[in-house]
């Protein structure tokens, strides 16, 4: 943990002179990002943030300087879940709990990756948990019902992505996966893959994925890959990348869980604004797509860096989000505004 912290530090310390924008807006090309990465730390809400950053003596998402709020309300519910959530993101419609890639009246509804994969954009996705849930299947599926992920599976095989990984490899069809040029491959990231290729990468041959601890950088790793093999296209990308389970220690009332996964989710903001901080045509937004568990902070030790904390439930709660932009067209994400209008701020920053 002590090294986390300093290294944590050490990192703030060379970025602090970061700003919203990467350059002057005097030079044309930088005002507007060719590359998108979106990061969602499912249940990540400023509690979550305030004691990760506590506990790890910093955090990558400290270094942002364009902040925003989002109101998170589905159509159907004060409270979100993950699939009308990820909906409000990806299409830019308000849907009722449950719906993926579906406006409210069940109606299809084209997604940032499809919209980005018909000008040419290369796209990616990456989740800690299975890529036919909530949240990555709002990205490229059309189904009633979250739960319905034999036919999220299946609505991945006509999208074009370029890169994918996550679990849930027993929903998929790997002679499908290569029919569609897909390399597939399950189990470590080795970064040593030819570019161009589009990769299907499975973290093992389960549904489900382990937590942060047994997983290790996994995400971050990943997020990597996924830049290298994504920057090759000269009309830019849209990568989105999922911490999934900062969600699930707030379902589980589990700080450490929480936490741990934030924690790790971090890391791949940092790949991300490390990427953008050599590729100014790149634009960074970490959101959330609700808060979990109505988490507290009620007591902290400043020497030892620990919290008194407790979940006031085990569900999701309506409190605001932060939003956190860096690269050319970060100053559109400041001020408070719904979910469904970081769909249509990506997509004019993009031209889609
Ligand atoms: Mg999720
Ligand atoms: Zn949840």
Known sequence: MIKNRLIAIVVLF?????????????NQQQTT?????????????????????FTNGGLFLDLFKC??????????????DSAAGATAYSTG????????????????????????????L????????????????????????????????????PQNIDFIAGSGKPYFNEQLLKAQEYQVHTGTITPTVKVGEKLCWFYNDSINMPKAPVRGPWLKQATELALK???????????MVEGSQIDWGGHNKDFNYTNTELIDFDLAVGAALAYAKTHSNTLVIVTADHETGGLSLNAGD???????????????????????????????????YKNTEVHAKIKALLKL
């Open 67 to 80: 902040l925003g709020l989002i109101q998170t309300s589905s159509a159907n519910d004060y409270i979100t």
């Open 93 to 120: 419609k308000s849907t009722y709990n449950g719906a993926i890639g579906l406006g409210a009246d069940s109606s299809k509804q084209i997604t940032i990756v499809e919209a980005a994969e018909q000008k040419g």
């Open 122 to 157: 290369s796209t990616g996705l990456i989740a800690t948990c299975s890529i036919t849930h909530a949240t990555p299947a709002a990205f490229y599926a059309h189904q009633k019902n979250r739960e319905m992920h034999q036919a999220i599976a299946n609505d991945l095989y």
């Open 302 to 336: 400043l020497k030892n860096k620990t919290l008194s904390t407790n979940y006031a439930n085990g569900h999701h709660s309506g409190i605001m989000v932060p939003i956190y932009a860096f690269g050319p067209g970060a100053e559109q994400f400041t001020g408070t």
């Open 229 to 239: 093999q994504l920057s090759n296209n000269a009309k830019g990308f849209f990568l």
């Open 14 to 26: 060379c970025m602090l002179h970061w700003n919203c924008q990467t350059v002057a807006p005097s």
């Open 33 to 53: 990002p060719l590359n998108v990465i979106l990061l969602i730390g499912d249940g990540m809400g400023l509690a979550q943030i305030s004691a990760a950053s």
